[in-house]
């Protein structure tokens, strides 16, 4: 199972990411702030689970269809 999860730099969203990795989930941890995201990502690969990080302005339609 994969799940992308938006705002995973922190608060509810790297809870989410945080949680769905402990289900068994690939997760993409996504976030304005790429460093932060990393870091999510590397929290929950030191746990054991499965990420990997991507920073993305949601805002920004071009980036997203690139």
Known sequence: MKAIVTGAAGGIGKATALRLAADGFFVIVADIHAERAAE??????????????????????????A
């Open 40 to 65: 999510t990502a590397a929290e929950i690969r030191a746990g054991g689970g499965a990420a990997e990080s991507r920073g993305v302005d949601l805002a920004d339609r071009a980036a997203l269809l």
